[in-house]
Every structure is written in structure tokens, then in C-alpha cells.
């Protein structure tokens, strides 16, 4: 299967990361490999009053300035030159799947999985970004984000009636939707790390749709201290503006 078609029956990836993108009726399961429909736009439980310009329903990590899709950032291979001589000393193949590998000082995968941001590589970004800077800033103003908008959804859900979460009443309530669409986008999952940062742009159109929605049906205060405009947007060329 080829990696550069934008689709989940066709695209080598998103063979195996497509499952549970959206909630299903009578299940209280949490997303489970959804970074493909995320990736493309086409997840989350969509609430009554979601609005978002359909050409932005795709990332930039989805759109046609990443014709390979997963590849660009899961398979990138680049090489190490030794600081001091300027001779090459390693060539990362990026076969670990690590979009952000963590590195040494001189730049080489160490194999560990977690480190601060300031210790990973992100060479594979600068495809789409304009520097390792740069998407490691947007990385870092995502992540911070969406947390608050997580922690929002936390304490509103809390007060809502627990009969609002069943199992055996055959649909989707806006209390279980908005609980799905909070552990898609929260980066904290433990289930799914990171695939919120797939398309952040709609999953944050998401989370504040479900935001409002969670207070119109069930006359909830939404607290001042997060706002509720948009701030994560996406660049010109995926909106036509």
C-alpha cells in the first residue's frame, strides 16, 4: 500500500492507526489508534453547534504540503556530523517510528522515549515548519492549549448527572461525546499520546464545541479562566484566506 494517498482504506498506515476515531453507541471505550482519522479530519464526536471551515478539517500535517503523510515525520532520516571535525559520524534512518526522537549532544537517537523537548530532534518538521524552532515552539503552545481545554471539559463533565453516561440507552449523549472528544485531544492520554498534535487545529474546534455545547444542555457555567475563541490556527493556505 502506497503512504502518500490520503486514505484510510488505501494509505499503508492507516491500515492499523484508524480504530474507535469517533464514540460508539453503548460503549464508554476511549479512543483507540485514531491518528489517521485525526490526521485527515475525520474524527471526534461532532457536536450540534460545531463549526469549522471544511478546508481546515485537515492539518497541515494532512494537507498537500506533506505529500508523505506519516512517513515525512514517522520515517525521516538524516545525517549526524561530529560537532567538533565536521565529518560525518552517523546516519539516523528513522526507522524507530520517533517523529521526535530524543538525541545527545551530538545529535544521535538514543532510543529512550521520553526527555524534554529541548533534548529531541526536529529535523523531521521542518518539511512543513519553517525551522526545528519553530515547530518545536508550536509544539510546545499546542500541548499547552489543549491541556487547559482538557482540564475544562474535566470539570465541567464532573457536574454533570452520572445517568448521562450509560451503556444501554442506544446513543450518544452530548455528556459522552464531549468525554470522547476530551481524550482524543487531552495530550496527557496515556492510551494515545500525541495524537492529538496529528491536527490540533480540529481538535481544538472540537473541545470548544463541546465546551459550549456541555453548557446549553446542561446549564453549566463555563468558567472565565480559559477562553473560548480559537487560538491555535491554522496557517492561509489550508482556509483560502
Not at 491500515?15 to 483507540?32: L, T
Not at 545525517?79 to 517523529?99: C, E, M, V, W, Y
Amino acid at each position: 500500500f502506497p503512504v502518500d494517498v490520503p486514505s484510510l482504506e488505501l494509505n499503508l498506515c492507516m491500515k492499523c492507526h484508524y480504530r474507535r476515531a469517533q464514540p460508539e453507541v453503548n460503549s464508554s471505550s476511549s479512543p483507540h489508534s485514531p491518528q489517521g482519522p485525526v490526521l485527515l479530519g475525520e474524527a471526534g464526536w461532532i457536536p450540534p453547534n460545531f463549526e469549522y471551515p471544511p478546508k481546515s478539517l485537515v492539518g497541515s500535517h494532512g494537507s498537500d504540503r506533506n505529500p508523505k503523510l506519516c512517513a515525512t515525520c514517522h520515517v525521516s532520516g538524516y545525517d549526524i556530523n561530529d560537532k567538533l571535525t565536521g565529518k560525518f559520524a552517523f546516519r539516523a534512518t528513522g526507522h524507530s517510528f520517533q517523529p521526535i526522537p530524543c538525541v545527545d549532544a551530538q545529535g544521535i537517537p538514543t532510543g529512550a522515549t521520553t526527555c524534554d523537548d529541548s533534548q529531541r530532534s526536529f529535523k523531521a518538521c521542518v518539511s512543513c515548519h519553517l525551522s526545528e524552532t519553530a515547530a518545536r515552539t508550536a509544539r510546545a503552545v499546542a500541548i499547552l492549549r489543549l491541556t487547559r481545554l482538557a482540564d475544562q471539559l474535566d470539570s465541567l463533565l464532573a457536574r454533570v448527572p452520572q445517568s448521562e453516561f450509560s451503556t444501554t440507552d442506544d446513543k450518544i449523549t452530548t455528556a459522552e461525546g464531549a468525554r470522547f472528544n476530551k481524550q482524543l485531544g487531552d495530550p496527557r492520554a496515556g492510551n494515545q499520546p500525541g495524537s492529538a498534535i496529528h491536527n490540533p487545529f480540529l481538535v481544538e474546534a472540537l473541545m470548544l464545541a463541546s465546551i459550549k455545547q456541555i453548557a446549553i444542555d446542561y446549564g453549566l457555567t463555563i468558567g472565565a479562566s480559559v477562553s473560548l475563541r480559537p487560538q491555535l490556527t491554522p496557517p492561509p493556505q489550508l482556509t483560502g484566506k
